[in-house]
């Protein structure tokens, strides 16, 4: 087994867990300038700053999961990237 796998960061059985079987598994979509992550419960809205652009990068593999990252970027030389993130139960 390499020192570098698809564990590597998540040192308990709990955190692999949530993470394989409740977080990488969900849904990520662009929507009128938000990004939403949908889940059972409830989804995360995420509202970025005016003048932030956002790319969602197509699923990738790591490991047995199909992943997609999220970007934010700022063409601001330095400060800070202060983004909403509203949760919201299922209905």
């Known amino acids: 087994m390499s020192f570098i796998h698809e564990d590597f960061l998540l040192q308990t059985a709990a955190a692999r867990r949530l993470y394989h079987e409740i ?5 990520v979509k662009s929507e009128n300038g ?25 699923s990738r593999k790591l ?4 992943l997609s990252t999220i970007r934010f970027r700022s063409d601001a030389k330095s400060g800070s990237l202060v983004t909403k993130v509203l949760l919201e139960p299922a209905k």
């Open 23 to 27: 977080a990488a598994p969900l849904p």
């Open 34 to 58: 938000q990004i939403i992550i949908s889940g059972a419960r409830g989804r995360a809205v995420i509202t970025p700053p005016a003048g932030t652009t956002v790319e969602i990068s197509p």
């Open 63 to 66: 490991g047995t999961r199909d």
